[in-house]
């Protein structure tokens, strides 16, 4: 049983609300649509009045028709009355009702999609730590799942409003009829309502557990979707399955457990009902056969009572129900009140940037158990290309992400423009920041569309005009349908060289001062290499670039070249001068870069070849 309860911890963001503090959260979400909450309390009234009016005019009837002495016309005329009035009765509550549910389904349709914008909102807003350590499965789980769910919150609140009137009003009619029975039924209520109040914490530990599991199940199917081609490659489909099959099957245990809590409480309180109800049918037919009620009186008082225990009941019930609820908003507002790692203690305009970078003495780490700069200093003159270099670990993406601030550093001061990074307007700083990712992402829709994702405000024109100076433009050319190719999730539909192609284009297009490339290692023919490094080129020109360079081009094209070990820079210079020094850039070049000069002088013998070839086809 010990693999039952993996994944079913909160995560290190999740907070505990108290339920005053959800419902001061909840009402906040209310407050813009009080208007039609005011309606749906109106319709709320007057059908509650209209459901305790059914009893009252059948009753009355029952009164007509035992103390009447015969049958006359004038009996007839006034059953006619009753009837059309019971009629008009039923038809008037389910026309109070049809407005309530209207009103009911477009206010929580409003409410839910405000808690959903607030919860997506804050998801963008989270920094890369953020992702880094939690699951974005599990994440996705409380922007979709826990929203929906938060919906029941709303339906049981106006659900409990209606049976709250519906209560007092026939708690009137019961007092009316017969005081003595009034009291029996009053004396049941309070052991109703402490039978429910026991399920509670039952109720919201239950419901917590089973939102984290379907979560996890969310994970780990969104991970076995994101891996399937890897799967796949190595036969571990079964694998996939058999993990999967485990968390289902925690799903079902949780479920059934939470079923079991929310179905036992209406059988025990319908117990302790009707057992109430055994109470005053004896009692009231003791005084119906003593005289001291009449039969309509006592008709009237067995519907009424009818009419009191279901909604005690389920009002008695609502705080366990309502846990349901409770727990998908305590999810949700605890991701929107997830506190930030990356902090600005201003928010100063943006002017067009140069591109000059300064650490000074940055001190940073992911965790606590590992520092990866310390007293890191260095200047970055703007318009200068700098290629890193060191093996796996030695700080050279974490240098990239700290300019693009995605993460924060605990000591030092990383200066752009002259300017405290942690003072400027994260929005506009990032407008004059261009990204080439190691493996480029692409989005669903066409070439042209994933190009224009760089500024969304581009021509065609321009699209097309910045595409053709990427690479030459030949791949525009290879592809299928120009730059209106359709491509599916992630680029699938192009190769990888081509999405490296289009993610040049699209940080040319938005025209960066400073440029962060992480070159992607995947195997791509030498031609396209050839390709890319001529856009690359195009896109470095004039701006100042940091390269976490993989390639030997990249590397010889660079105006420095910074050698990394643990965070330190222990060699600096230009090819030739790192070469000649013999020192760990040697070492680096000798095991991993050399074998990449033959193929890349290859490659551009072979587009210089090429280009006649295709200039005299371009003349025919």
């Known amino acids: 049983m010990g693999f039952i ?13 108290s339920d005053r503090e959800l419902l001061g959260r909840i009402y906040r979400y209310f407050r813009p649509y009080r208007r039609q909450m005011v309606t749906v309390g109106g319709m709320i009234v007057l059908n509650s009045a209209m459901d305790a009016a059914l009893p009252v005019l059948i009753a009355t009837g029952l009164n007509i028709l035992t103390t009447a002495d015969d049958l006359s016309a004038e009996l007839w005329g006034r059953s006619w009355w009753l009837i059309l009035a019971i009629l008009l009765s039923g038809a008037l509550s389910w026309s109070f009702n049809f407005v309530r549910q209207r009103y009911t389904a477009r206010t929580v349709g409003s409410v839910v999609l405000d808690l959903r914008k607030d919860a997506f909102d804050a998801v963008l807003a989270r920094d890369m730590s953020f992702y880094d350590e939690f699951s974005s499965g599990k994440i996705v789980s409380r922007v979709t799942s826990d929203t929906q769910d938060f919906s029941s919150v709303v339906t049981l609140t106006l659900n409990l409003i209606s049976q709250v009137l519906q209560v007092t009003i026939v708690v009137a009619i019961l007092v009316f009829i017969n005081v003595r029975l009034a009291l029996i039924a009053l004396t049941i209520a309070p052991v109703i309502v402490l039978i429910a109040l026991g399920f509670r914490r039952l109720a919201r530990h239950t419901t917590q557990q089973a939102r984290r599991v379907i979560a996890q199940v969310n994970a780990n199917i969104q991970e076995s979707i994101s891996g399937i081609a890897i799967a796949k490659n190595f036969r571990q489909e079964q694998t996939i399955y058999e993990e999967f099959e485990r968390v289902n099957a925690l799903s079902y245990r949780l479920s059934w457990r939470q079923g079991i809590v929310f179905s036992a409480i209406f059988p025990v309180l319908g ?20 005289g001291a009620v009449s039969a309509g009186a006592w008709f009237l008082f067995i519907e009424s009572i009818n009419l009191f225990w279901f909604p005690l009941t389920s009002i008695a019930s609502f705080w366990s129900q309502f846990q349901l609820g409770l727990s998908a908003s305590e999810r949700v507002f605890a991701l929107i009140d997830a506190e930030a ?28 158990k590992e520092t990866v700069l310390r007293n890191f200093s260095l200047v970055i003159p703007a318009g200068q290309t700098i290629a890193l270099v060191g093996h796996t670990g030695a700080g050279k993406s974490s240098l990239g992400k700290l300019v693009a601030r995605f993460y924060e550093f605990q000591g030092g001061r990383l200066l752009i423009d002259g300017q405290d990074i942690r003072t400027l307007d994260l929005k506009e700083y990032r407008r004059w920041l261009g990204i080439v990712p190691q493996t480029p992402f ?42 209106e190719t359709p491509i599916s999730e992630q680029g699938r539909g192009i190769s990888m060289g081509q999405r490296q192609l289009v993610a040049l284009a699209r940080v040319l297009l938005q025209n960066p001062a400073i440029v962060i490339l992480d070159e992607a290692t995947a195997s791509i023919d030498p031609l396209t290499e050839a390709q890319i490094q001529e856009g690359l080129e195009e896109v470095l020109r004039d701006r100042t670039a940091i390269i ?10 660079a105006d420095r070249i910074l050698v990394l070990r643990k965070g330190e820079i222990i060699e600096e210079g230009d090819h030739d001068g790192l070469m000649g020094q013999g020192g760990h850039y040697a070492e680096l070049y000798n095991t991993y870069f050399r074998h990449q000069s033959l193929a890349y002088i290859d ?3 072979h587009a210089d070849l090429l280009k006649p070839e295709v200039q005299a086809v371009e003349g025919d």
């Open 5 to 17: 309860m993996d994944g079913l911890d909160a995560e290190a963001y999740d907070r505990s609300y």
């Open 271 to 290: 117990t302790v009902a009707g057992i109430g109800t055994a109470l005053i049918l004896y009692f009231g037919g003791v005084s119906v056969l003593a």
């Open 341 to 368: 790692r990356v902090v600005q203690s201003d928010s100063q305009p943006v002017p067009a940037l140069k591109g000059r970078i300064e650490f000074e003495r940055m001190n940073f780490s992911y965790n606590e």
């Open 442 to 483: 692409l989005f669903s829709g066409t070439v042209a569309d994933n190009i224009r994702y760089g500024n969304p405000a581009a021509s065609n024109a321009e699209v097309e005009r910045v595409a053709r100076r990427v690479g030459g433009g030949d791949w525009v050319s290879a592809l299928p349908q120009g730059l």
């Open 548 to 557: 976490i360079a993989h390639r030997l081009s990249t590397i010889r094209a």
């Open 603 to 605: 490659a551009n013998l």
